[in-house]
C-alpha cells in the first residue's frame, strides 16, 4: 500500500485522494489570475536584436521533476532554493509555476547510462548518467528490445517518454514537459484530458502538481495533471504563435537534456 502526500507547487496536502476518472477531474475547474495569465504574454512583447534566431536555433529547456536521490540535489538547494518533489526548468534552474498550457505532444525513447557502474545495463565506454541513443521511431528495434521488461522481469534499460511543449505561467519561452517511468500514467491522463476536452491542444490550461509516494521502493515524487480552465483570448494567440513557430519542427527540436529520474 503506498502512501501519498500532494504539493501544490509549494504547499502540501497530506493524504489526497486521486480523481476516480476522467471526467471527474474535467469537472474540476481553478481560478487563474490574470497576471499570471498574462506575465509569458508581456515578457514576450519584445524581439528587438533576435529577428534572425530561428526555432531551430534554440535549445528548449526541459521541467525537471526533483527527486530525493537527484545529484547535486543540496546545491540546487543552497543556489536556487528548490528541493525535492519540484518541478524546475532544468536550464535556468528556477522553479516552475503550477499553472501552463500544452502546445503540442510528441513521444520519445530514450536510454541514459546508469550512475551506478554495477547497475544493469551499465556500459563502460559511456560516461554515468550519459544519454545513449533516443529515437522518436517507436519501431526502432531498441524500442522494442529495450523499453520492455525482460522474459523474467528484467527491468528496461530504456524508457519511453509523453512530451509536451508547454508554456508554464511566468516564463517567456515554453520548456518540455516529459512523463516517463512512474510519472507515465499522469502524462497518459493529460493526453486522454486534451483528447476529450477537444479543441486546439494549447486552448486549454492544466495544473501541475506532485505526489509524494513512500512503498517498498523507497520515497519519490510523481507527476500530477488536473484541468483547469481555457486560454483567455491573449494566452490563446501567444500558444497559437508558438504552435505555428515550433509544432512543424518538433522533429528537430533541439532540448537541454539530462539524466532523466524516476
Known sequence: MSKKTTRNMGTEVADEPEFGSI?????????????????????????RGMEEVDSTDLIIPRAQLLQPTAEGLRQLTADYGVGAGDVINNLTKEKLAAGFVPIFYYKEALRFNPRKKDAPGFLAEYAPGKLIWRTRD????????????????????????????????????????????????AGKNLLSLAKLRGGAMFSRRYKLSTDEVTN???TYFVMKVQPAGDCDPEMFKTT???????????????????????
Open 23 to 47: 471526467a471527474d477531474a474535467q469537472a474540476q475547474t481553478l481560478p487563474v489570475p490574470a497576471a499570471q495569465v498574462n506575465h509569458a504574454v508581456a515578457l514576450n512583447t519584445d524581439n
Open 138 to 185: 517507436m519501431n526502432d528495434p531498441r524500442v522494442l528490445e529495450q523499453c520492455s521488461f525482460g522474459p523474467n522481469g528484467e527491468v528496461p534499460v530504456a524508457v519511453t517518454t509523453l512530451n509536451f511543449f508547454s508554456l508554464f505561467d511566468g516564463q517567456a519561452m515554453p520548456v518540455i514537459l516529459s512523463f516517463s517511468k512512474t510519472s507515465y500514467k
Open 216 to 218: 517498498d521502493q523507497g
Open 240 to 262: 497559437e504563435s508558438y504552435f505555428q513557430q515550433f509544432g512543424m519542427k518538433r522533429d528537430v527540436l533541439k532540448d537541454h537534456i539530462e539524466e532523466m529520474e524516476a
